[in-house]
């Protein structure tokens, strides 16, 4: 039986299904339960956000963040992103990151660029990693950030975050890591590794509904609101606070998606990051092993598994990745995502971008090895009719 149902999914990089029972009770209650957080004093506004107070906790005790106010609730990753991004830089600051970045980190340094911010885009090895050392010759004396994703989700290419994060220090600039494809996944401490400002979906490996997203922002990052509004506070001042959190939350907050963030953070502090990191990596690795021996198939990526996430992008002689994932949904119910994933750089990097891109395979906590072995089988069987 697979995992989820009458299907195998394994499209976890673009959202994780299923998710723990918790989160469905936590989002359902909350909507049950009503209330806008700061904005009422009366039991269900006060019951409201201490239910956001605790998401807030939960994701805070997850990256080993102390002060719990730095982590701001958004929408998405990309709204994430574009908070730290345009919150940070002005023109005439230098930001240093790679050719193989998501649309979500590309699109608005692209924005930037035009409005006078310098953008060092930096290649990544075949496999899909930067070089420290091409991180610190970049270095400018206007360098403000260094910008990217700590997992590739195209390449599966984990990035050497720790030491970029040693050279951020040492250069006293900010390091951005967006960690759409690791956060939940990978034990990730924001002090020990250096990061400044960590961006995520609530939807991905935090195991929480889509619509969510949390940016964690040090003390020390001088960021300033993107969004004016209302903030539940401070109502007579005209222009907009910049306190955290509130001050960087403006509109009333996604109460029922944050509770379910909350109770997917839970989840993983109670399972372990560690252990959740082991499983994950043991089914991707299983299915890396697997793909490698099918001929005519192509696995991406970092060739040692300890330096990939849960993304394995493979590509399939004589067939278009959106054949093959029509094939593989419609004749095995192996579901995955195929194109560019929004990622056209690192496409460049693989050679895929004229093929239209990979077909993508991304395992979760919730997956099982017999979900691998069907992928695989799927796989060998479509690419042996490929091949006739
Ligand atoms: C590396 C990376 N960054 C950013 C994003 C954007 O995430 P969201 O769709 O939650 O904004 C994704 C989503 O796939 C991603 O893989």
Same mark, same amino acid.
């Given at each position: 039986m697979p995992s989820s149902g009458s299907v195998v999914y394994l499209d976890n990089a673009a959202t994780s299904h299923p998710k723990p029972e918790a989160v469905y009770r936590a989002a359902d209650g909350a909507l049950r339960a009503g209330g806008n957080p700061g904005r009422g004093g009366h039991r269900v506004a006060l019951a409201a956000g201490r239910r956001v107070l605790a998401a807030r906790e939960a994701v805070a005790a997850l990256f080993g963040?102390?002060?719990?106010?730095?982590v701001l609730f958004t929408s998405s990753a990309t709204d994430s992103l574009n908070l730290a991004l345009k919150g940070l830089l002005h023109p005439g600051d230098h930001c240093i990151t790679t050719v193989a970045e998501h649309n979500a980190l590309r699109r608005p340094l692209v924005a930037l660029a035009l409005r006078g911010v310098e953008v060092t885009w930096l290649p990544v090895s075949p496999e899909g990693i930067v070089d420290p050392g091409g991180v610190r010759a970049a270095l400018r004396p206007n360098t403000r950030l260094i910008a990217l994703a700590h997992g590739s989700n195209v390449t599966g290419a984990l990035q050497p975050v720790a030491e970029l994060g040693e050279i951020a220090r040492r250069a006293g600039v900010f390091l951005l890591v967006d960690?759409?494809?690791?956060?939940?996944?990978h034990p990730i401490d924001v002090e020990a590794m250096g990061i400044h400002l960590l961006a995520a979906p609530g939807?991905?490996?935090?195991?929480g509904p889509q619509g969510t997203g949390i940016l964690y922002v040090a003390p020390d990052v001088p960021l300033r609101p993107v969004r004016e509004g /209302? @903030?539940?506070?401070?109502?007579?001042?005209a222009e907009q606070p910049d306190v955290f959190p509130e001050g960087f939350e403006s /509109? @009333?907050?996604?109460v029922p998606g944050i509770a379910g963030v909350g109770a997917g953070a839970d989840f993983l502090l109670s399972v372990g990051v560690e252990a959740v990191h082991a499983r994950v990596g043991a089914l991707t690795a299983a299915l890396v092993e697997g793909l490698r021996r099918l001929p005519g198939v192509t696995v991406h990526g970092p060739a040692d598994p300890a330096r990939r996430c849960g993304v394995v992008s493979l590509s399939v002689d004589g067939l278009d990745p959106g054949a093959l994932e029509e094939q593989l949904d419609s004749a095995f119910g192996v579901v995955g995502r195929a194109g560019l994933?929004?990622?056209p750089g690192a496409h460049e990097v693989l050679g895929t971008l004229p093929l239209g891109g990979t077909m993508r395979l991304s395992p979760g906590y919730f997956n099982t090895e017999e979900d691998i072995e069907a992928a695989v089988k799927a796989v060998a069987a479509v690419a042996a009719l490929a091949r006739r």
């Open positions: 963040v102390k002060d719990a106010a730095r960690a759409a494809q690791t956060a939940g996944s939807h991905k490996g935090l195991l /209302g @903030t539940g506070s401070m109502a007579t001042l /509109g @009333t907050l996604n994933h929004c990622a």
